[in-house]
């Protein structure tokens, strides 16, 4: 499971991304990270700092904990 976590957090960061109707590179500029780290983060090639999943959290006008609510939605899915 730990290894599935970079995968499900990117799943979950590019359906909240197209269901705010975000691209990439404006999500990069609403949250202040380049937009190939947010395609990384998408991917599962990266993990994000705390600080991080803050900043998309508020990119995405949700409460880090929505989105960790989403992630976790998005992990029992697969399970």
């Known amino acids: 499971m730990e290894?599935?976590?970079?995968?499900?957090?990117?799943?979950?960061?590019?359906?909240?991304?197209?269901?705010?109707?975000?691209t990439q590179?404006?999500?990069?500029?609403k949250a202040e990270l380049q937009r190939n780290y947010i395609s990384s983060l998408e991917l599962g090639e990266k993990q994000p700092s705390l600080t991080t999943v803050f900043k998309l959290s508020?990119?995405?006008?949700?409460?880090?904990?929505?989105?960790?609510?989403?992630?976790?939605d998005d992990l029992n899915g697969i399970l």
């Open 3 to 22: 290894q599935d976590i970079p995968l499900i957090f990117g799943k979950t960061l590019r359906r909240l991304r197209l269901a705010a109707g975000l």
């Open 25 to 29: 590179e404006e999500l990069g500029f």
């Open 58 to 72: 508020e990119a995405l006008n949700l409460k880090p904990g929505r989105f960790l609510d989403q992630m976790d």
